[in-house]
């Protein structure tokens, strides 16, 4: 068998039943404490016919990604962020690129501080970190739609109010109080309503932005030289 030399319809039948016998088999999960190095992911690739490099590529763009973060009030996405981990620390000049990315992307001028190795970048609500880290910098991003907060938590506030009028007039059977409660009841739904139709469109530019900014980061501080 090892001899044998297959035509070409034949290696693409061998191929196409041992894929399918492969999908088939049980697979190994890595436990949580488990995981493969670059030059282990790199072999496997290239037992498969995937170029070293473009394992690299495709590790370097995971790793520039980052962690999406986000915090939820009732259900509702209120503020978004993105961590991102560097291999080693910005230059100054990567800072100052970084600072003119962020003015552009955001279309803010912005506040620029340094607190000893501490940096930062903020525009009211919009916040961008720079910190220390034992192997190079972590740069943080986040921020919060202020108002669509402020509008849902008034909501759940009259909401409450109303629920509270409610029953004091269903207990006390005062028709005035029903009245106001229904119309508190209709101001909560409109602050609820208006707050959290603000926040979808919102949360996506405000990922994709991060994410735009991030990668940039990446690119261009593989284009310098490591700081000496």
């Given at each position: ?23 088939q088999a049980p697979q190994r999960h890595l436990s949580s404490g488990e995981g493969l190095t670059l030059a ?94 034992p192997t190079g910098q972590r740069v943080r991003f986040r921020t919060v739609k202020a108002n669509a907060r ?28 029903m009245a106001i409660a229904a119309n508190m009841a209709a101001i909560a739904a409109a602050e609820l309503a ?35």
């Amino acid at each position: 068998m090892t001899d044998r030399r297959f035509n070409e319809d034949e290696v693409a039948e061998i191929f196409r039943q041992a894929t399918e016998a492969q999908q088939q088999a049980p697979q190994r999960h890595l436990s949580s404490g488990e995981g493969l190095t670059l030059a282990e992911i790199q072999e496997i690739g290239q037992q498969v016919g995937i170029a070293p490099e473009l394992v690299v590529r495709a590790a370097t763009s995971l790793a520039t990604a980052g962690t999406e973060t986000s915090r939820s009030l009732v259900g509702f996405t209120i503020g978004v962020g993105r961590t991102i981990e560097l291999d080693r620390k910005l230059t100054e000049a990567e800072w100052e690129q970084l600072v003119v990315d962020l003015r552009e992307t955001f279309d803010a001028r912005g506040t620029v501080r340094q607190d000893g190795s501490f940096r930062q970048w903020t525009n009211g609500n919009l916040q961008v970190l720079l910190e220390p880290t034992p192997t190079g910098q972590r740069v943080r991003f986040r921020t919060v739609k202020a108002n669509a907060r402020a509008l849902i938590t008034g909501g759940l506030i009259t909401a409450g109010l109303a629920a509270a009028m409610a029953l004091v007039g269903v207990i006390g059977g005062a028709h005035n109080n029903m009245a106001i409660a229904a119309n508190m009841a209709a101001i909560a739904a409109a602050e609820l309503a208006i707050g959290a139709m603000q926040l979808p469109g919102w949360a996506r530019l405000r990922r994709k932005q991060m994410e735009e900014v991030a990668q940039r980061l990446a690119t261009a501080q593989s284009l310098l030289p490591p700081p000496k």
